[in-house]
């Protein structure tokens, strides 16, 4: 793979994209270690230095187009310790959890399990995302989960539209009209039995990834 020398002096500057799609390797001084420190303390971390960036994953991923950084360069600039990249990137927020990157790796990487983390640190620091689209529908659909157990389909667009400053949703009211009409949609959100012990699976999952 084409990496930027990481010690001389005519080193490509960081943040460049190479030829491979991902940005040029920082300087020493620039890895963030304790990055690379903070993935230690999951287990799906174990492998990451197996990738040999065949690009079988980003090859299967349904989205990679959509991507800033496909799923094998990730995996590179997490070696490279480039957190403020990734972290800014919307890579991370566009996969669809179909896990066929894990199914079909070489070397086993969980790289769906992987994405989960990295999404889980960008909130927890607050990381500025270069598209808010991405991330607010996340957050929208995970908050529908969490309040009714299940995707208040509803609710949880509204929640985006009114997060995500995207005008553009304005134009979709006519079709969600239809929607209601036709009870495609319901206008009242049904919550599942049993919330609390629902709810107990959240805390127990955010207690193990160490999730907000």
Not at 26 to 54: A, G, W
Not at 60 to 70: F, G, I, L, N, R
Not at 88 to 94: D, F, P, R, V
Request: hydrophobic share 35%; proline share 4%; net charge positive.
């Amino acid at each position: 793979m084409e990496i930027a020398s990481t010690t001389s002096k005519g080193a490509i500057p960081q943040g460049t994209k190479l030829s491979t799609g991902v940005p040029a390797g920082p300087l020493l001084k620039d890895i963030d270690r304790q990055f690379l420190e903070y993935l230690k303390k999951y287990p799906v971390s174990e492998m990451l230095n197996t990738c040999i960036q065949c690009g079988i994953c980003s090859g299967t991923c349904p989205v990679a187009h959509e991507m800033d950084y496909k799923p094998h360069e990730i995996i590179r600039m997490i070696q490279l310790g480039q957190k403020k990249q990734i972290m800014e990137s919307k890579a991370i927020w566009i996969c669809v959890n179909c896990y066929l990157c894990t199914i079909r790796c070489p070397r086993n990487i969980e790289r769906t399990e992987i994405l989960s983390v990295l999404r889980s640190l960008a909130i927890s620091e607050g990381y500025r995302l270069r598209d808010r689209r991405n991330y607010t529908f996340y957050k929208a659909f995970t908050d529908s989960i969490k309040k009714h157990g299940r995707v208040a389909e509803l609710h949880m667009i509204m929640d985006w539209f009114l997060h995500s400053y995207n005008i553009k949703l304005v134009t979709k009211i006519p079709f969600a009209l239809r929607m209601l009409v036709k009870h495609k949609i319901k206008f009242r959100a049904h919550n599942i039995k049993n919330r609390k012990i629902f709810n107990r699976m959240f805390d127990k999952s955010s207690e193990l990834w160490n999730t907000p």
